[in-house]
């Protein structure tokens, strides 16, 4: 989007962006649009896709469903006068990205993949018993970067150690050894709610303008290197989360976006997975299982080889 959108403060806290009638745009694009709860659900249906849209501001109105996966929205969709109303920035950076994807130019091809295995050295990430996130994200990604070169990737990891790579320093390991994919891996655990939460979550870099999805409209949403990439980390993003619930039986807590910096930071198109709860019983034990990770690796090469059929690269 090169357009300048106008951003006044609003009530909720959001910055407002540009505003369009849902049904008008969904018209244009030849969707079908019915109630499926008045006032409260919508859902488009159209070109091979179905849209799903949370429009009760009450239960967050960012939520959203692309052909059954979770995806939230960078803005809340707006209920006036009957009308729903959804952000041109979705539209061009959620929403449009993932319905029509933007092609590789001529010749591009995906084929190297960075692999960031989230902490190390003395950051061991989430804590939970014994068991460090640290030494669980090197083990998928050694995992990831077997099951990608047997695919035909070249793949370069961040660390292949225990040792602490300071975060501005990851996406730089990626543009130095010219890869076109940067994907970080984490595992999340919860504080508050140890043996309830559950899921997966896949990040991309908050479009210019939107706060980060659990940042609810608080806090940063300037331009950064990232957001050039603001179509292609959005379709990464979906692709990926989208394997993960097709292939694996994890909880689809969606599609997100977050300004953390390798994000921030990175070159190329670039997400971030959470991909289970280690403060989950049976999730953590599944992220303990080397069976369990092998079989998430093959979900992450699958979104991949998504995103690269995708792309046309
Ligand atoms: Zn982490």
Not at 28 to 34: L, Y
Not at 122 to 129: C, E, F, I, L, S
Not at 165 to 190: C, K, M, Q, T, W
Not at 257 to 283: D, K, N, Q, W, Y
């Amino acid at each position: 989007m090169f357009a300048p959108l106008g951003f006044a403060r609003g009530k909720s806290g959001y910055a407002r962006p540009n505003y369009v009638r849902l049904d008008e745009w969904a018209r244009a694009n030849v969707f079908s649009v019915r109630w499926l709860e008045h006032d409260r659900t919508l859902e488009m249906d159209g070109n091979g896709a179905r849209l799903i849209f949370n429009v009760d501001s009450r239960s967050d109105a960012r939520k959203a469903q692309i052909n059954g996966v979770r995806v939230w929205l960078a803005f809340p969709v707006l209920l006036q006068n009957g009308r729903a109303l959804i952000s041109q920035t979705d539209l061009a950076e959620t929403i449009g990205p993932i319905l029509r994807p933007p092609g590789n130019s001529p010749g591009i091809k995906v084929k190297t993949i960075c692999i960031d295995p989230g902490h190390g050295g003395n950051d061991p990430g989430y804590q939970v018993g014994s068991n460090d996130e640290k030494k669980y994200t090197l083990l998928l990604a050694q995992e990831v970067r077997a099951q990608l070169k047997t695919a035909g990737f070249k793949v370069v990891l961040t660390r292949t150690t225990d040792v602490k790579i300071p975060l501005e320093e990851r996406p730089d390991v990626a543009r130095r050894a010219g890869a076109d994919l940067f994907i970080s891996l984490h595992f999340n655990a919860s504080e508050t709610a140890r043996n309830e939460v559950k899921g997966t979550e896949i990040f991309c870099c908050s479009p210019a303008g939107a706060t980060s999805t659990n940042a609810r409209g608080e806090g940063d949403t300037r331009w950064v290197v990232g957001n050039r990439y603001d179509e292609k980390n959005a379709l990464l993003a979906y692709e990926m989360q989208k394997s993960y619930v097709k292939n694996l039986d994890v909880e689809d807590r969606g599609m997100k976006r977050a300004r953390f910096e390798v994000l921030r930071e990175a070159t190329m198109p670039a997400i971030l997975i959470e991909g289970g709860f280690m403060s989950h019983p049976a999730e953590g034990k599944k992220i303990y299982d080397p069976a369990y990770r092998k079989q998430m690796a093959h979900a992450i090469v699958e979104g991949v080889l998504a995103y690269k059929r995708a792309v046309r690269g």
